[in-house]
């Protein structure tokens, strides 16, 4: 549990003199920053410095420390990843995530681009599953986890019957592949697009080749129970 400082305003303030914050949550980005010279515009000659932000859901501020300035709220912390977290943190950006974080400060310097720095322990997805619920979301996560199994004849009753004959879609040939990864499928994120359609992201790896790919899911339904009809990606991979 955190013990936190008193809330001002509708922010909460985190005391970093007591390792606050020890985990965080909200929409991961990848950002380039402006660096020496002059830290203000790569355009104009700073140096790129890549790195990530965690858009938080609300507004937060920080004390205990004489960097920190309990009166000024803000949204935005900057993500420092560690050697063991760094490509989860590439394969999970741009989604929701959960964030487990230690040594957190204040910024100090012209390299410190948010308010608030912590380094990254772990990462994982929070994506709120209960969104796919009384929706075909729930079909193709059915179908990303038999994959995951290396269960492609699971994998094929979630597909249209004519499409699981031959071909790719078929059972035997969803086993061969998925069945057979060095690093198994990962669902990380669903996107309704429409009524029928999705954008997914996952991430696989097969032999030194590693995949974070992106697709377009189109369900049908059939005597009430959602189908995969399609699968389009746009991703090569």
Known sequence: MLFLSPV?????????????????????????????????????????????????????????????????????????????????????????????VVDPMPAMTGHHHRPLLVWVKTVSSARDITQSYGTAATTIEAFYAALRAGNGKLAADFVIP???????????????????????ISLIDIQKIQDTRFKVRYHFRSGARSCDGVATVTTTQRNGRDFIEAIRSESGC
């Not at 001002?8 to 020496?36: E, M, Y």
């Not at 858009?55 to 009166?71: H, M, Q, T, V, W």
């Not at 004959?165 to 086993?175: I, N, Q, Y």
């Open 8 to 100: 001002i305003g509708n922010a909460t303030c985190f005391d970093v003199s007591k390792g606050q914050p020890s985990s965080l949550s909200g929409h991961l980005t990848h950002r380039i920053f402006a660096g020496p010279p002059n830290f203000e515009d790569v355009q104009k000659g700073d140096a790129p410095e890549p790195g990530y932000v965690l858009k938080l859901d609300r507004s937060i501020c920080i004390n205990g420390d004489e960097f920190a300035d309990p009166s000024h709220m803000f949204d935005e912390v900057q993500l420092v990843p560690g050697d063991s977290n760094a490509k989860d943190l590439s394969r999970l950006r741009d989604t929701d995530v959960y964030v487990e």
């Open 162 to 184: 004519e499409k699981t004959k031959k071909g790719p879609f078929s059972p035997g040939a969803l086993t061969a592949f998925y069945g057979s990864l060095a690093e198994p």
